[in-house]
T-cell receptor, first 115, second 114 residues
Framework: AQSVTQPDIHITVSEGASLELRCNYSYGATPYLFWYVQSPGQGLQLLLKYFSGDTLVQGIKGFEAEFKRSQSSFNLRKPSVHWSDAAEYFC?????????????FGTGTQLKVEL | KAGVTQTPRYLIKTRGQQVTLSCSPI?????VSWYQQTPGQGLQFLFE???????NKGNFPGRFSGRQFSNSRSEMNVSTLELGDSALYLC?????????????FGEGSRLTVL
């Protein structure tokens, strides 16, 4: 069964500092990987996705993530954090093929940005 | 295009009651999935519907059910509510043929069970 681990429950960074959120997955084949962001009281917004090809993917709001098969990781990065980035971030893995619409989510990382 | 629309946004029920939540997917999307989000369990997959047929089901008791209509709108129902059913219920849709798992989420229906 697929699983996702986000080891950091809370992260605090200063505005303008760089950010890296960790994500490790477990899946038997090549996974589909996603990062979603959730602001308080809101649904989930897709930041970026990896299906195949270039292992460094660019997303919205200046985020990027790198797929590393050898480490089973898909860490999210941003070179300079803005106060509006404060939110909860979820990494998710989806199965290829017929089960492609079922995502397994990590427990989330709550990001706090200090001004 | 309008996004995924969920109604109601907030509701309060008491134990033993039942509840029905509604979801209208993005126009043209025929697949609808439901997720439950709680502080303790995180985001958990409930079920997925495509063309009025349930395709996937998560590990939830039979009190949780759903359906999809011919216009792709979906409803989920929870019967005999328990305190632990208090959660944010998220609906998500995706494009037909986009078997890549990318989902578009609504803002959710927040259910409180007293």
């Amino acid at each position: 069964a697929q699983s996702v681990t986000q080891p950091d429950i809370h992260i605090t960074v200063s505005e303008g500092a760089s950010l890296e959120l960790r994500c490790n997955y477990s899946y038997g084949a090549t996974p589909y990987l996603f990062w979603y962001v959730q602001s308080p009281g809101q649904g989930l917004q897709l930041l970026l996705k990896y299906f195949s090809g270039d292992t460094l993917v660019q997303g919205i709001k200046g985020f990027e993530a790198e797929f590393k098969r050898s480490q089973s990781s898909f860490n999210l990065r941003k070179p300079s954090v803005h106060w509006s980035d404060a939110a909860e971030y979820f990494c998710a893995v989806g199965a290829q093929g017929g089960g492609g619409n079922k995502l397994t989510f990590g427990t989330g990382t709550q990001l706090k940005v200090e001004l | 295009k309008a996004g995924v629309t969920q109604t109601p946004r907030y509701l309060i029920k008491t134990r033993g009651q039942q509840v029905t939540l509604s979801c209208s997917p993005i126009s043209g999307h025929r697949s609808v999935s439901w997720y439950q989000q709680t502080p303790g369990q995180g985001l958990q997959f409930l079920f997925e519907y495509f063309s009025e047929t349930q395709r996937n089901k998560g590990n939830f008791p039979g009190r949780f059910s759903g359906r999809q209509f011919s216009n792709s709108r979906s409803e989920m129902n929870v019967s005999t509510l328990e305190l632990g059913d208090s959660a944010l219920y998220l609906c998500a849709s995706r494009e037909q043929g986009a078997n890549t798992g990318e989902l578009f989420f609504g803002e959710g229906s927040r259910l409180t069970v007293l």
